[in-house]
């Protein structure tokens, strides 16, 4: 099948400054989702860890309008209290962040869930779990006029996905969490929501052991015969960082050629 053409631009966010976490390169989900934003019309803040990440993200972005590219280390508190300085210092409101994190020791992706060590366990958690409340609290004082928080998650999350181990139990503990701030933060009308996205090439979803079977058993059994697209998903947080989005909170938006729906899972 052909890749599917991205969406014409909208300009749905033009005018809106959004704050982009997670772009490890032009694989990432971070990206296309960062591109989308561009696209149609958003003023950019992206985050890096480390300077080779740095200068690989100022190459992938030039095109982009990008109002600054900050050092963020979401483990370090120190880290997100600089973030949130200076994002205040650029001006005007933030309207949008994207939490595209997690990680867990590739060890702990390939053993059986029963043998994760306290220590892998943890680490997923907080690079996974608990950053998204840290990001939270870092830039829902910089929404004044209402905000949207939107992270990504996946099915491994509430069924048992082979190898996806350690992680699905993150992204279940994440996905907890998008709901709770989402009323702890809803007074403020800042949205939370999460897009489980199908599964997709990139270079964290090659962690898990034997992925290439998940893409290869996806187009037999979900009901769209196909794999999801980064375009597909960066098209959804478009819609949840609009004013399109405004009446959406604590979802989990399930952009994956709908295999959730299915008896099976891949």
């Not at 595209?100 to 043998?115: G, K």
Request: hydrophobic fraction near 45%; aromatic fraction near 6%.
């Amino acid at each position: 099948m052909n890749k599917l053409l991205q969406s014409r631009p909208t300009g749905l966010l033009a005018g809106k400054t959004a704050l982009v976490l997670g772009i490890a390169n032009k694989w990432s989900l971070a990206y296309a989702i960062a591109e989308g934003f561009a696209r149609n019309g958003a003023r950019l803040v992206l985050t890096y860890l480390g300077e080779k990440q740095k200068e690989s993200i100022e190459e992938l972005s030039k095109p982009w309008n990008v109002a600054a590219l900050l050092p963020c280390d979401v483990t370090k508190d120190e880290d997100l209290s600089a973030l949130a300085e200076a994002l205040a210092k650029l001006g005007g409101p933030v309207h949008a962040a994207v939490h595209s994190l997690a990680f867990a020791n590739r060890e702990d992706l390939a053993r059986p869930f029963l043998e994760t060590s306290r220590a892998g366990f943890l680490l997923a958690q907080d690079v996974s779990a608990y950053s998204l409340v840290a990001v939270a609290r870092a830039t829902a004082p910089l929404m004044i006029e209402g905000g949207s928080l939107t992270t990504l998650t996946y099915l491994g999350s509430a069924r048992v996905v082979p190898n996806y181990n350690v992680m699905g139990v993150a992204k279940a503990s994440l996905e907890a969490a998008v709901r709770y701030l989402a009323h702890d933060l809803g007074p403020r009308q800042i949205r939370v929501n999460a897009i489980s996205a199908g599964p997709v090439k990139t270079a964290s979803a090659r962690a898990v052991k034997d992925f290439s079977s998940i893409l290869e058993a996806v187009p037999k059994c979900a009901p769209l015969r196909r794999n999801t697209e980064p375009a597909e998903v960066a098209d959804a947080a478009v819609f949840l960082a609009s004013d399109l989005g405004r009446g959406l909170t604590g979802n989990i938006l399930f952009v994956d050629a709908g295999m959730h729906v299915m008896g099976h899972s891949a």
